[in-house]
């Protein structure tokens, strides 16, 4: 499976040894674990859940930050009642670290697309 967007890109290939998984963005890529991915993808459905439950209660200036932590991930959804950037942190437990963002509209298509992926 691969998708890709300006700013976004997603590839699985569970049949690869190793890390099965890539993410990216503008300038940047890192592989992932399938584990690492449905941990990540889970995250995107959690922000995305309160920002959507608060986001009728800003006034149109208003900004936010929601942050979550689970596992290797700490992630951060930034942005306003109708556009949103993500952050992430991954710190794997084999030492492996990473940091990488995506901004809007990018981030919403990325999290659509890991959502349209299911299970991995």
């Known amino acids: 499976m691969q998708a890709e967007g300006a700013g976004w890109r997603l590839a699985v290939d569970p049949s690869r040894d190793g890390y099965q998984a890539l993410i990216g963005g ?10 690492e991915l449905a941990s990540l993808s889970a995250l995107c459905v959690r922000l995305q859940e309160q920002h959507l439950a608060i986001a009728d209660q800003l006034m149109a200036e208003e900004v936010i930050e929601i942050a979550l932590e689970q596992g290797p991930w700490w992630l951060e959804l930034s942005g306003d009642r109708e556009r949103w950037g993500l952050r992430f942190v991954l710190s794997s437990p084999n030492g492996r670290g990473a940091e990488g963002m995506w901004q809007p509209p990018a981030s919403g298509e990325l999290c659509l697309a890991l959502a349209k992926a299911g299970s991995f």
């Open 26 to 35: 503008e300038g940047w890529a890192i592989e992932l674990s399938l584990e």
